[in-house]
């Protein structure tokens, strides 16, 4: 059960959601909230923004400033947010599709920029809100209801995408390891930069039922017994990490933030 | 500060949104309007206000809301392409009810079409361009100190009525220089957004005020949390199916313009009085149209001149009345015919209406117009 402190960050008052039973999306929820009250984040200085599908759904249950937007943009709403007011906290929870298909350009800008932004990223391998279609994570040879052969396609590797568009914080863990979810979160929300935790999740309604993954317990136990320490994997062959899930810290740098830059680069122009 | 500047369109709506309160501008380059971002990008930080250059035009406008819903006020600006790309979030601001300012240079379309040249073709887009119904407020300069002006009204109305504005400039309005006469801004004469007076407790974010049927807005980080979405909501902005919360809903973003319809509306007329042929133009075509009026006179034509300033909500009523008294309403336009739907929809018949179209990038010259208002005088 949630702690007291953790339920007062929910608008319990629109309940029921919209989320499966059995869905990963309220762990992540969950382990969110204990990062925030873990920080002492005020609730009226805290944003979460989304996007469109079922993970961003959950900018609605929590009860701070939340912005529920278009599809893929979310981002881009929270960059203005952010630069408006750079002493908000802000938070954008997506999902795959949203952060690496119709929103992957505003997500490589984001690292570029390096705004002080988290990104929760729901990476559960597909289209859960629409039906169960393939999304740029849905692995190859995977069943989705637009790939009724299999997946040809190659899928995105969230974490490499962000290390490499500039990212000062990327991290993944699992719906598996909730602990290490929040740490992962924690430390992002504190890093000065933006900030990227994916965290692997399940939709068992859409993907589990085509791909041998059909109740939540058996997703739990997907992400369990092929999740690979980062430590680990560094000794491992590409035959042996094939198909497994590399958690940890990517990345972890201290590098100039954009809202510190532009009020850097206000005070030059007002001070000539 | 009063003043006097020589300016070019562009750069009079930049300075008139700055004079209006404008302190944030997110957007992307594209010919001919890059030069209102160009001087956003100067200025803003002088006044501690915010410019960002997005990734996409998409990202531009998206900014533009996010830092409006943070509390400042907002402008965009594009061209045809990216007032396309715009739509959908667009389409958001009216549904959550965001102010912002949205500026369109038109060029000539479809597609990338004529990045240099000039057009009206986007003034249906500027009414049904995002999918969905909701009221729309849309200006049309035709001077430099027109951009300037209007830019002002543009936020005030944006502000007052909480939704999107939009400025459909064109590339001959944007890029010709004149005289500009800034005005000393009476602080008193700038509309803010309505604030809630409610303890955040019992904030209830789209509850209209039974005055105006106008909800106050809260900015994020003023200690009122609050629920911002593009589905249909409650007055608690929460995402609703109850049918009598949607239809409350839909009726309000239309009605909120219609009820101050005659506040909003602006329009100006010329030899009105005696016209038997009207010439109705907007944008940059008012200008040799009314040159080509003031010919006709001199040959004792009685020619007369509509101007439509708003050209949403448009200035039906007026213009019904006039055609009452005329034969003949000229529509030339720099398109195939659209604003002239619009006027045959006001004068429902009472005078005949003649649409003249020009496509080919240019603008009209006076002759042009008068031969017709000769021929069907």
Not at chain 1, 230 to 257: H, Q, W, Y
Not at chain 2, 321 to 341: F, H, S
């Amino acid at each position: 059960m949630p702690s007291q402190e953790v339920f007062s960050w929910l608008r319990t008052r629109f309940f029921p959601h919209i989320w499966c039973p059995g869905c990963g999306h309220g762990i992540i929820m969950h382990a969110m909230l204990r990062a925030l009250v873990a920080l002492k984040k005020d609730k009226s200085q805290t944003v979460i923004a989304s996007g469109i599908g079922c993970s961003s759904r959950m900018a609605g249950y929590i009860d701070a400033c939340t912005m529920h937007t278009t599809h893929g943009r979310s981002l881009a709403f929270a960059t203005g947010i952010k630069l408006a007011k750079p002493e908000l906290t802000v938070i954008d929870v997506m999902g795959d599709g949203d952060c690496t298909a119709i929103g992957g350009n505003h997500f490589i800008h984001a690292c570029r920029r390096n705004i002080d932004i988290t990104a929760i990223v729901m990476n559960n391998n597909i289209y859960g809100m629409t039906g169960g279609q393939a999304s740029p994570t849905t692995p190859a040879g995977s069943l989705a209801t637009t790939t009724p052969f299999g997946a040809i396609d190659p899928s995105f590797d969230i974490c490499k995408l962000a290390e490499g568009a500039g990212a000062s914080y990327v991290a993944r863990s699992t719906v598996a390891n909730p602990i290490q979810a929040e740490k992962f979160i924690l430390n992002g929300i504190k890093k000065k930069g933006f900030s990227v935790v994916e965290i692997l999740t399940h939709c068992h309604t859409t993907f589990g039922r085509k791909n041998n993954r059909r109740t939540p317990i058996d997703n739990i136990n997907f992400f369990k017994n092929n999740s690979v320490p980062l430590a680990r994997a560094k000794d491992m062959s590409e035959e042996e990490l094939a198909g497994k899930i590399v958690t940890g810290e990517f990345v972890n740098k201290d590098i100039p933030e954009y809202t510190d830059q532009y009020l850097a680069l206000i005070e030059n122009v007002r001070g000539k | 500060m009063s003043g006097v500047a020589f300016w070019q369109g562009n750069e009079a709506i930049a300075y008139g949104s700055l004079a209006a309160g404008c302190r944030f501008f997110g957007g992307y380059p594209i010919t001919p309007s890059s030069e209102i971002a160009e001087i956003m990008a100067e200025e803003l930080p002088k006044l501690n206000g915010r410019f960002i250059q997005m990734e996409d035009e998409i990202g531009g406008i998206a900014a533009t809301i996010g830092g409006s819903v943070a509390g400042m006020q907002a402008l965009t600006a594009t061209s045809g392409p990216g007032f396309s790309l715009k739509q959908e979030n667009l389409g958001l601001a009216y549904m959550a009810e965001i102010p912002i300012v949205v500026v369109d240079v038109m060029r000539g379309g479809p597609s990338t079409g004529l990045p240099t040249k000039t057009a009206q073709q986007d003034v249906m887009q500027a009414r049904w361009g995002t999918h969905g119904d909701h009221g729309t407020i849309c200006y049309a300069p035709a001077s430099v100190q027109e951009c300037y002006d209007i830019a002002i009204k543009a936020f005030n109305a944006a502000e007052r009525y909480r939704q999107p504005v939009l400025i459909m400039s064109d590339e001959i309005i944007g890029h010709m220089r004149e005289k500009v006469v800034t005005p000393k801004i009476d602080p008193s004469k700038l509309v803010n957004r309505k604030r809630p007076t409610d303890v955040p407790e019992k904030f209830v974010p789209y509850r209209p005020d039974p005055q105006d049927d106008l909800p106050c807005m809260a900015s994020f980080g003023d200690g009122y949390r609050w629920h911002i979405t593009g589905l249909t909501h409650n007055d608690w902005g929460f995402p609703t199916n109850n049918n009598d919360e949607i239809e409350k809903k839909m009726k309000r973003l239309m009605s909120k313009i219609d009820r101050f319809r005659d506040d909003i509306v602006e329009y100006e007329t010329f030899y009105e009085d005696d016209a038997e042929v009207l010439v109705l133009a907007y944008g940059s075509v008012a200008r040799s149209s009314l040159r080509a009026v003031n010919d006709a006179r001199v040959r004792g034509f009685k020619a007369g001149f509509f101007r439509p300033v708003t050209l949403w909500p448009f200035p039906d009523k007026e213009l019904e009345k006039l055609a009452r008294k005329v034969k003949t309403i000229i529509v030339p336009e720099l398109n195939c015919g659209q604003m002239v739907l619009e006027v045959e929809r006001a004068v429902r018949g009472r005078a005949k209406v003649v649409p003249l179209n020009l496509v080919n990038g240019e603008l009209f010259k006076p002759e042009e117009i008068l031969a017709v208002i000769e021929e069907v005088a």
